[in-house]
Every structure is written in structure tokens, then in C-alpha cells.
């Protein structure tokens, strides 16, 4: 597949403007070259996006699903692009971060929130990668420290963790018309429910194959969709699409609001660890100081490096 990311920025722009006119000049083209850009991103992915009969334009469900795509591979990109360009001008009263996907858009934040006295003036960078990527930067000093998931292959280096919290990993399923779950996966009568899955190489997409390959009593469930942001599973799922297993701290607010809703008991959930790591050489002073304090306020879950 061969998609251009100025594709992806064409239909991010139609998609706000809903119109091919307007986005055109603000992609400083002609409509004629907008219109075959939009087309031929059509064509890579094999699907229609844009419903030309309406006025103003509007997005077919597909476009609506790639839109989420779209914009998490962009801003994904910015971030990447603006780290790689300021490691250069790397001062000494900045700490970087690489962050997973999902902890990047719910957790991080509050995270940070968390420490906002103690960091004082110090700037935070933002990397978000997956565990590889992230765990290869943390290795060769990209970044000083790595917010993610607990995940036993980072127990082989000589890393440093910190166990900040733990969550759930939780079945989740839009609500009928009484509160009750769609789709019940402790309900006898079911045999075959929808599931939206992550790829099985990723750490989410690892821990649920985990979950169902111990199910508790004989269901079937068949993946109506994939992709490795658990947001984009928890959009699905508001949408009556199927079951998603997704981190609690990432649905509270939909659980509140009954957009959303646990559809399996404690057999069908597992604990999520959200970690911190570092590696063992020196850091800055400033990230030698955050970590003193990280260090205190989560003393009794400290696992010291590993040597070697």
C-alpha cells in the first residue's frame, strides 16, 4: 500500500471543511488536483470516503473509521518530526518522555498534572511510539524515560521501573435502550458476538489473546475490527459495533455517562500495570531529580536495575 501523508492532510482538511472548494485553496492547489488527490487516496485503501451526493460533502462510515486513522497518524508524525529537530537543542531543563499510544492521549496527562509543582520550569518532550520503538530510544538516551504497560521483556535490561498504577483490562459494549450490555459475554444464551481486537504483535493485542484463550464457558467470538489505538476500539464500541477490551482510565468518563458499559464479569478482565522505566546510566539533573521524586512517592513498588 502507497499512501502519501499530504493524502492524509487532503482529507483531514475535507473532512473539516466539506468542501472540495475550500480545501483546495487551503491546500493551495487547484479543486481539479485536490479532487484526484482524494481519489487516488481512495484507491489505496480500496474503499470510498466521501459521500459526493450530498451537500455539503459528508463522510461515508469508512471515512468516518479513517478519519481516527488519519489524524492519529499525523499528529503522531508532527511529534516525531518536532522531537527528532529539537535533540539538537536539547537543554538542560528538559525531560523527554517516549509514551505508548494509549497512556499518550488518557494517562500522560494526568501524569504530568500529578508532578506540575515539582517540575516546576522544566519542559516535558513527548515521544509516543510503540513498546519496541520506545524501549529502543530509552536504550540509546532518545529519551530519559518510559511511560507503558508492564511488560516482562523490559525486566531483561538493565532498566529501573517504577509501578505507578493499576488498572483493568475491561469488556466494554454500548448500552441498549434499558442500560443493559448489547452484547453479554456471561450470557448463556449467546454463541457468536462481535469483537474488536488489537493486532496480536502489540502488548494490548497479546493480553487479550491471553483473556481468550481461558474463557469461561464456550462463546464465539468473531473480530469485526482491529487497530492498535484502544481509542479507536472505544469509538467502535460506542457505536454498537461489538465488544472491546480497553484500559480503564481511557473509558470512566463513557462508563459515567452509560455510553459504554462492562459486558463480562471479573473471569472475563485482567490488571493492567502502568510502569515507569529508566535506564541506568546518569541522567540530566533535572530527570535525576524527577526521578528522586517519583522514587519517593512510589518507593514500595521500586525494582531495582538490572546489572550487566
Known amino acids: 500500500m502507497n499512501i502519501e501523508t499530504k ?8 473532512a473539516q471543511t466539506q468542501s472540495f472548494s475550500r480545501s483546495a485553496e487551503e491546500r493551495y492547489m487547484t479543486q481539479p488536483a485536490f479532487s484526484r488527490r482524494i481519489r487516488a487516496l481512495e484507491a489505496a485503501l480500496g474503499c470510498e470516503l466521501i459521500d ?32 527528532l529537530q529539537s535533540l539538537g537543542r536539547r537543554g538542560s531543563n528538559v525531560i523527554d518522555f517516549a509514551v505508548s499510544h494509549t497512556l499518550s492521549l488518557s494517562l500522560f496527562p494526568t501524569f504530568l498534572q500529578s508532578l506540575q509543582k515539582e517540575l516546576g520550569e522544566v519542559r516535558i518532550r513527548q515521544l509516543v511510539a510503540n513498546v519496541d520503538d520506545s524501549v529502543q530510544a530509552l536504550k540509546n538516551g532518545i529519551c530519559d524515560f518510559l511511560l507503558a504497560f508492564e511488560d516482562p521483556s523490559l525486566m531483561a535490561g538493565p532498566f529501573a521501573q517504577l509501578n505507578l498504577q493499576t488498572e483493568q483490562l475491561l469488556p466494554v459494549c454500548r448500552a441498549d435502550e434499558e442500560g443493559k450490555p448489547l452484547f453479554d459475554l456471561d450470557d448463556p444464551r449467546a454463541k457468536t458476538l462481535p469483537y474488536l481486537g488489537y ?23 468473531q473480530q469485526a475490527f482491529e487497530s492498535p489505538l484502544a481509542d479507536s476500539l472505544k469509538v467502535m464500541a460506542m457505536q454498537g459495533m461489538g465488544i472491546a477490551w480497553v484500559p480503564t482510565f481511557s473509558i470512566r468518563e463513557e462508563l459515567r455517562q452509560g455510553f459504554l458499559v462492562a459486558c463480562g464479569g471479573t473471569t472475563w478482565r485482567s490488571p493492567l500495570k502502568v510502569c515507569i522505566y529508566r535506564c541506568s546510566r546518569s541522567l540530566s539533573p533535572v530527570a535525576e531529580e524527577l526521578w528522586g521524586i517519583l522514587t519517593s512517592r512510589y518507593a514500595a513498588s521500586k525494582i531495582p ?3 550487566g
Open 52 to 83: 459526493r451526493t450530498r451537500v455539503p460533502v459528508q463522510l461515508t462510515g469508512e471515512g468516518q473509521l479513517f478519519q481516527i486513522t488519519a489524524r492519529n497518524l499525523v499528529l503522531q508524525l508532527e511529534d516525531c518530526i518536532a522531537h
Open 305 to 307: 536495575v538490572a546489572q
Open 7 to 14: 493524502w492524509l492532510e487532503d482529507f483531514l482538511s475535507l
Open 199 to 221: 493486532p496480536k504483535e502489540i502488548y494490548l493485542g497479546r493480553c487479550v489473546e491471553q483473556l481468550l484463550s481461558r474463557r469461561p464457558h464456550n462463546i464465539m467470538l
